[in-house]
């Protein structure tokens, strides 16, 4: 069994005011350690056995299409066991 | 894993059962026990806790409770009363309007977001199970200290999550309350309303007719939602290595509300249920037990039918799991098919779990074996009932008059800055930054919503008749003298419904409470009890439903006695409503009704740190007349607005800020009589060629009238003092930006 | 003169805008987002709400709804579709539009009465304003900041492609303030806030959000 | 300069309408891989040289309270260059 792990990030020219608000937050809960904070989503898909090329190929064109936007923004598959 | 059946029950009837960590008291087992002839299985153990807790059964509430069909009202608009989800009125034109106030308190303390999303899930879905279209939602809300930290934690969840849900459903948010008082820090109350609408002959019951009929499981997949709780069971009687992590917290799914209501929307209008309720608190325990305890008693249940989000789940945790977004229905055989084509076009996972029999019992199998044989009644409709100690609470002995500590202002420039003050404390400031996140619009027929004082739904496009909602509590009142606080909050909440233009008709609420086990909280509620049904008595109202909210106190100490009141009002010609904003220069301004110098209980009273030692006594006949007034001089009004919190200071200068319109008012002593809280009072803007209409209609209603001033110019001038609108403004809007934002 | 409105899953505002075509003179349809049939409307409105609850990406499941595939069909060749809120979040992630809707500034969802310059009356849905008119509309949602990059900025500017614009004070950090667009032709809008809602003054803010449908009823005869 | 990861997910026994969606649009689209998908969410936190062992306990510390809610989240922390 195995997990593909695709990461969504909002492109770096796009706005991104959810991580801005936290990196807005972080200093005025006492924590500095930050310089910038980027949001993104994270998609943990579950598969029977390992991926065929023909699957990850397919994966591919769902994170293209369905899973980001590539207007604003950009993703990365991993593939977990 | 062993399975507990009925026959393991009878041949192990000295097995140690768990019943005290599931919240069962020695003698409520002994009950159980009674009533079964042997020990219960550990699912029956299961339903019993559960329906059998304060939530469920009422249990310290009941008594009381029962005052209200005892002193009913006879009322021709009743179609359904107490004791279904929610009581139904008749509106006229053969609509009928079912509306419940629910709370959702504790799970929004514990999880701001979701424990306010779900919150207005589940009453939504109790208006739905009547046959209704949802049609709008209002949430009366009391937290901590506006600037304790906690309640920068919980306000704005619970803010995005009753939006986040509310708005996806598609219901505009007509109204409701924000209030901070230190008794809430830890319990924040989180109470929803909903309202529907339906034909006459499209009312659903929640009963289980007709042998051989199906019972269907329809919505969500059941998942370990909401079961913390029971999960002691499952582990300890069983299989001690198994993981106990279930959830106490549910998570909402509002596209899979929406879904279901348009899916049984459709179901309803092909009549394709006999019966229909469901699944809130208790889950599947509750509704099986309810159906069947409502119907003719027998019932079947395949348990191992039920769809599972988390196949781990054990029988027990299934019967209680408090997953969202779930019906339970009753179908006769040949409409299932029909059914079912119906859910699988709204993509709704629909399952058959079992029939209505002609036996007397609920039973339930697992695989075949006999887990649960019990008569429904028993579980559902005849709990304990507490009859508990009811003592004064000892801090009534030392309350205090209002003291020379809290100022009367009288100088103009003392009168300036205490409107100031009073507009931008945060039980009175602009509300804009929290509805501003509820969709109003949706839906199309909203006519008036927040901030007016009562939110108006069109109901039909055509006759334009529409519904008026009002909410309303004021906690220090009812802390004060909670007879008379139930009964003020009550007749403020007609008097709201009655200045936008409608006419009362009947009464929800939901009682938020401290402990039960306290006899001084017992005695608050059993006052509140009496307080609203000798006011609905008396008025005519019939209280149609409602909710009681125990324990929510933090150690000792209780929250303010909360009683929440829903006035449900129907206006003939919704274009005539009243709206309470000055939206013309040159109006003349009226007040009606009288006023005295007791300050108890009033926020300015409260903005230093005092709340005195009597609340006001209703006069009822005034309040009536007032009503009557109102309803008589509808299309004389050009602006009416209800005096309440902050009162006449607050009331004008709301209806100034509503659209930036100014006025110039005098009166006498106003260190008292901008800021006493006097109930029965409202503000009336008139056109000229109408006030002597106005004045000679008040007269013949016996309700005293006087001149307040008139409209115009971009300041409100009280007295000598100016205070421009552009000031009061920022005053008034940027409490909640600054506190939240 | 039959217009369509087609029903996501999750479609609030649906019966709205049939509300409104009817108040407009026309003859409102319902569509079914399952089917791929158009039953011979001669335009399509994309409404409010949240399909699929809007979990993704705003609209970005209710794109390849079967429906969806024979409005992208029509739509190229002119055939004229209004996506409203959630209905341009659609047109947006079927690529009908450029650029993107995202998360408000604020990260509230926002409930307004909203001050509005018409800036574009070439389209088939605003040919009923006159240029550069103020109106107020309300708009409501939680995505509805309008991102894209500078190079499609740029094309929508200088071709004058921006419907309409925010007036007064940003609700929510949309670039230039863009409240609504169109593509090339003129036949596909999209708007974040709500003409629905504001055709008749009993139940919104005004009647401005009018033009946008009798607007399209005119064009229609015209053809 | 070090990149600090932190990736929120709602625990397993909690309800993931997100997640669900998705799963439910895949084979819809005619994606058949997936035997199930959760959503979560992916924090990218930028901050100056490598985090100190105190640094490292803030971040802990602020993915408990601030970016995840351990009632229904679980989170995972990972340190990138
Ligand atoms: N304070 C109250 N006033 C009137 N009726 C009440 C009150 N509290 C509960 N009820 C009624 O008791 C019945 C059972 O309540 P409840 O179990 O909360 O219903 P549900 O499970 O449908 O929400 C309902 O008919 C409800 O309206
Ligand atoms: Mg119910």
Redesign the interface.
Known sequence: MAKIIVEVMLKPEILDPQGQAVGNALPRLGFTFATSVRQGKRFEIEMVGQPTDAQMADIHKAAETLLSNPVIETYLIKVEN | MALDTVSIAQETPDTAQPYKELGLKDDEYLRIKSILGRRPTSSELAMYSVMWSEHCSYKSSKVHLKQFGEKAPHSDALLVGIGENAGVVDVGQGYAVTFKIESHNHPSFIEPYQGAATGVGGIVRDILTMGARPIAVMDPLRFGLADAPDTHRVLPGVIAGIGGYGNCLGLPNIGGEIVFDETYAGNPLVNALCVGVMRHEDIKLAKAHGTGNLVVLFGAKTGGDGIGGVSVLASETFNAAKPTKRPSVQVGDPFAEKVLIECCLEIFHEDLVVGIQDLGGAGLSCATSELASAGSGGMNIQLEKVPLRDPSLSPEEILMSESQERMCAIVEPEKIKRFMAICKKWDVTATVIGEVTDGLQLNITFNGQLIVDVPPRTVAHEGPVYNRPIAEPEYRKSLQPISSAVPRPTSPEEIKSAILKLMSSPNLADKSWVTSQYDKYVQGNTVLAQPEDAGVIRLDEVTNLGVAISTDANARWSYLDPYEGAKLALAESCRNIAVAGAKPLAVTNCLNFGSPEDPGVMWQFAETVRGLADICLELGLPVTGGNVSFYNQTGSVAILPTPVIGVLGVIQDVRERTPMGISREGLELFILGKFDDNLSGSEWAHLFGEIGDSSPVLDLAQEKSLINFLLAGQSLFDAAHDLSNGGLAAAISEMVLRHGIGAKITVESAGIQLFVETPGRVIVAVNTANAEAVVELAQTHGVEISSLGSTGGDALCINDSVIPILELRAAFEETFPKLFG | MKIGVVTF??S??D??AL?AIEMAGGQGVSLWH?SDNLKEVQAVILP???S??????CG??AR?APIMSSIIIAAEHGFPVLGICNGFQVL??AHLL???L???????????DQPLRIENNNTMWTSGFQMNQEVII?L?N?EG?Y???DATLNILESEGRVVARYLGQDPN?SRNLIAGITNERGNVVGLMP?P??AVET???PSEDGLPFFTSILHQLVGR
Chains 1, 4 share one sequence.
């Open positions: 899953p999750g609030l505002d019966r709205d509300r399952g409010g709400g949240f699929y609850g809007d979990y993704l990406r970005a499941i390849f947006a992630e450029p650029g993107a995202t998360r408000n500034h604020e990260l509230h969802f926002l409930c307004k309300p409501k939680g900041s991102q894209c990059d950090g709500h629905e809602h009993l139940t919104g």
